[in-house]
């Protein structure tokens, strides 16, 4: 079918009279008849094939309508990069007047492309010649899709301006600026701003941006000029302190700019109008005298300014201050009660001494009744914040709000020595609120650094902020993070701050020499962005195919793309994955590392449901390179029908996961993977014995339970094998045995009891022991060093009874605490669901025949800290009780302690109440 519609092309072009000759008689309805042909192409899939033939023909005849027409739109429809072939078109109808033409053309075009910015700008020059107003909607959509078009901004910007709006009017002038420099046109810029510095000179910021990008751009004399302008409004204001930060912008262009080192004098001179010595530091510090760095004389102006009477200063030593007095270079200073007052030269005051503003944080600390202030701050943490925040020179990070705040005003919570909080704290609730406040206005990052926070005089915008907090943070992952939330947040992304975020990414795709995770990271971004917004052109020139080809380990980049909740890279990943033709066997070698049972979901969707068995067998055959996948396959998938085909009998899915525990352990003892090791055999004893030692939901003593003996005593042994597993387990597994089988006969080797790693000891001891120690060591030890401190001042230490008494009391309460600080680091707290009734072991109650003396005698044994001989109680660490150990129900046992002969038949074992 294709061959017949190839055909038809062929003998269209031969037989075509439309070229530049026959122009005059080419109509609408030849392009329509053109367009049928472009839907057949379509159609029958051999768009490729005509716009051969048509390329073919414009080699020979590059006028021919048909050839451009096809060729043309066959390539903006498939997403080729070359449209001359339109633009040829267009050339022509244009220079044959055919302007109704351009303009169907145009919105043929754009039927199938809303935003091609061909038919977009042609079709607004015919507007434009023909006074049509549909050409401002064009504009505004140009504008929108291409961040290089100033020149249209600027046209909005007047039509807004003219009808009175002005908020549209200064959106469109700030994009017309920004692309102006951009472009590096000085002239037009300078225009703009101008006119912006008389709409919107409060937003600092903004022209802070601009004279940055003139500066870097195109020079930094003009950027240093424009800001002259600027000036001239914080001047006239008196906001003294902006318009001297601008003048030192453009003193650090040009240290020499004699009408800005003399307009700076002024600002001074305004600022500090109530100053007594304001002409003398003028003076002194060579303010207005050229022959002195400006920045020198500016910092010795400023040092000594700060220093006038009621004006507060900080010292390390004395704290806060205030200056009572001036007279000549001598300051008197009241530093309250407990330091006094101290005068000091100016020159020393310069070096020694902080001066601090009356709205700082520690002044407020020094003046303010302490339990108002901690109402204050509790009650209006915005004013704590800014007040904090600003006493940093309006650049503080959390560190130093929490050290303003703890202990002095808020208490945090303390910790014991076993790192345990005791008692609440005031400042962990007060931050988690805080914390809230601080990501709103007026409050926003330092773009220079994500950590430090700085309070705003004008509320800046959702995209400023996120703007800012995109240069702060250096971070490649947390900055797709802020891109998310940026294209999240503002439904018309800036196009200077969209640009600088998109062209940050863009730019790992240019050039690069080996694939990492952030290329891979980059060209996820960039593809998704480009989806979304279709003006722009994806930088990458080479496919996800050819991108994947050169990694190196798939499933280790899989794991380095980090996620957060407004990121989905790894789905990303996949989904692209999913388009290479060996995709399933990329699905299939990924699986252990991505654990997501929705791959296998979609490799049996396409009718590889054989792969899907075969992954489980082989994954279980190489058990040792894929632990968290059989996990994972237990934990999630044992009833799904691909795994229960895979024939994985029960004891084996079990027997793998002691044996992810054996070669875990083993690993672990070596130092290898430490962590991620742990992890992996907490998941395998989690699926072996239940989460809780609960007999009835245990899944090996389960399978135990429903096989023979013989399976019971292989099981067990294995389960036994395992050296490092919690006694805990075993004695589940055992206890349950015992149950069903009162009479099974564990091999001696695996029921003899396990000696414990330390000193087994009860909780309620454990307790008491604690308490001790701490009397010892905060109560009793400070006690006795008070005695002694005191019989010392009596005189002579030989003869004073008192003091050495004393001194006998600390030694002994030293070698007591010592003891009792190594025994504590040895407890094992025994866990009495782990007690076992089938053999005398720590835990037990036994009742013991004396075949000696013929009598019964009965014996709990525990540890050394509980061991009471009067109430019954033997340590199992004592003589006569690791005699007794593992000794089971009727058996009889002789020995000799100490010359003394024991002869013992147990007659019963049961759990003692601890």
């Known amino acids: 079918m294709s061959e017949e519609l190839e055909n038809s092309v062929r003998e269209m072009l031969k037989a075509e009279t439309w070229t530049r000759a026959g122009i005059t008689n080419f109509t609408k309805n030849n392009i329509e008849e053109l367009e049928k042909v472009l839907d057949e192409c379509r159609n029958q899939n051999c768009e490729y094939a005509i716009k051969d033939i048509c390329d073919e023909q414009l080699a020979h005849t590059k006028d021919s309508i048909v050839a451009l027409y096809l060729s043309g739109m066959i390539a903006m429809r498939t997403g080729s990069v070359d449209t001359s072939s339109l633009y040829a078109l267009f050339d022509i109808f244009e220079k044959n007047h055919k302007e109704s033409l351009v303009e169907y053309l145009c919105n043929s075009i754009l039927e199938d492309d809303p935003q091609n910015k061909l038919a977009l700008r042609k079709l607004a020059d015919y507007y434009k010649a023909s006074n049509d107003d549909r050409i401002w909607e064009l504009y505004e959509k140009i504008v929108k899709l291409d961040f290089e078009e100033a020149e249209m901004a600027r046209i909005l910007a007047e039509r807004y301006d003219s009808q009175g709006n002005r908020e549209a009017a200064i959106n469109y002038y700030k994009k017309a600026l920004l692309r102006f420099v951009a472009a590096k046109n000085i002239g037009s810029a300078k225009a703009i701003w101008s006119i912006l510095v008389s709409y919107i000179p409060e937003e600092l910021d903004f022209f802070m941006l601009v004279q940055r990008k003139i500066a870097k751009t195109i020079s930094e004399d003009k950027s240093a000029i424009l800001m002259q302008e600027l000036y001239a409004y914080y001047k006239e204001t008196a906001k003294w302190d902006t318009a001297i930060s601008i003048l030192k912008l453009i003193l650090e262009i040009d240290s020499k700019d004699s009408w800005a080192r003399k307009e700076i004098t002024e600002c001074f001179r305004g600022k500090y109008a109530d100053h007594s010595h304001l002409e003398d530091y003028i003076k002194s510090s060579n303010l207005n005298q050229s022959f002195r760095n400006v920045f020198e004389a500016i910092n010795d102006f400023e040092k000594h300014i700060a220093f006038d009477a009621k004006n507060y200063v900080y010292h390390r030593t004395w704290g806060v201050g205030i200056i009572s007095k001036v007279e000549g270079d001598i300051l008197t200073i009241n530093f309250g009660k407990k330091t006094g007052v101290h005068t000091m030269s100016l020159k020393m005051a310069v070096s020694a001494l902080q001066p601090l503003a009356k709205d700082h944080i520690k002044v407020y600390k020094k003046t303010v009744k302490h339990e108002e202030l901690v109402k204050k701050v509790k009650s209006d943490i915005p004013w704590t914040l800014k007040t904090i925040i600003k006493s940093y020179n309006n650049n503080c990070d959390e560190k130093h709000i929490k050290a303003e705040l703890v202990p002095s005003i808020l208490k945090d919570a303390v910790k014991d020595k076993d790192g345990k909080t005791k008692g609440s704290s005031e400042w962990t609730s007060w931050h988690a609120k805080a914390q809230k406040i601080l990501a709103e206005a007026p409050f926003c990052v330092n773009p220079n650094d994500a950590n430090f926070y700085t309070v705003r005089d004008r509320e800046l915008s959702k995209s400023e902020r996120l703007a800012n907090e995109f240069k702060a943070n250096k971070e490649f992952f947390p900055r797709i993070d802020i891109m998310a939330r940026y294209l999240e947040a503002i439904e018309d992304p800036s196009d200077d701050q969209f640009s600088e975020m998109f062209s940050y990414f863009a730019n ?407």
């Open 508 to 914: 790992y795709l240019k050039a690069f020499t080996s694939v990492n995770e952030q290329t891979v990271a980059s060209y996820l971004v960039v593809q998704e962005i480009v989806k979304r917004i279709s003006a722009l052109e994806n930088p990458a020139k080479f496919t996800f195919a050819e991108l994947y080809s050169e990694i190196e380990n798939p499933r280790e980049m899989y794991t380095k793309l980090k996620d957060t909740k407004n990121t989905h890279l790894k789905k990303m990943f996949l989904a692209n994955i999913k388009m290479l033709p060996d995709w399933d066997s990329q699905y299939t070698f990924l699986f252990p590392t991505v654990l997501d049972k929705n791959l296998i979901a979609e490799i049996i969707s396409a009718g590889k449901k054989e792969k899907a068995v075969r992954l489980v067998q082989d994954i279980f055959n190489d058990y040792r390179s894929n632990r968290n996948a059989v996990n994972y396959f237990i934990s999630k998938c044992k009833t799904e029908e691909w795994f229960v085909e895979a024939k994985i009998s029960e004891e084996k899915q079990l027997v793998t996961l002691v044996n992810i525990i054996s070669v875990c352990n083993r690993e672990k003892n070596n130092h290898v993977n430490t962590v991620e090791n742990t992890k992996t055999i907490k998941e395998a004893t989690s699926l072996l014995f239940g989460n809780k030692l609960n007999e009835d939901k245990n899944p090996m003593l389960e399978y135990m339970l429903s096989n023979s003996t013989d399976v019971i005593t292989r099981m067990y042994t294995m389960v036994s094998d395992l050296s490092e597993l919690e006694l805990q387990y075993k004695a589940a597994l055992r206890n349950g045995i015992l149950k069903k089988y009162p009479n099974f006969k564990f091999q001696e080797a695996e029921i003899k009891q396990e000696a414990p790693k330390g000193l087994l000891v009860t909780t309620k001891m454990l307790d008491v022991k604690r308490s001790l120690a701490e009397d010892i060591e905060k109560v009793q030890l400070p006690k006795v060093a008070a005695e002694i401190g005191e019989a010392k001042e009596k005189g002579d230490l030989k003869e004073n009874a008192e003091y050495i008494a004393a001194k006998e009391a600390q030694h002994r309460l030293n070698v007591q605490l010592s003891k009792l600080k190594e025994e504590l680091s040895r407890a094992v707290v025994f866990d009495p669901t782990t007690a076992t009734t089938s053999l005398v072991s720590f835990g037990t109650k036994v009742t013991l025949h004396n075949n000696l003396e013929n009598n019964e005698v009965v014996y709990t044994i525990l540890g050394p800290w509980e061991s009471n001989v009067d109430e019954g109680i033997i340590s199992y660490l004592s003589p006569l009780g690791n005699n007794l150990l593992d000794m089971k129900n009727g058996e009889q046992r002789a020995f000799t302690i100490n010359d003394h002969k024991y002869d013992y038949t147990v007659k019963s074992i049961e759990a003692a109440e601890v």
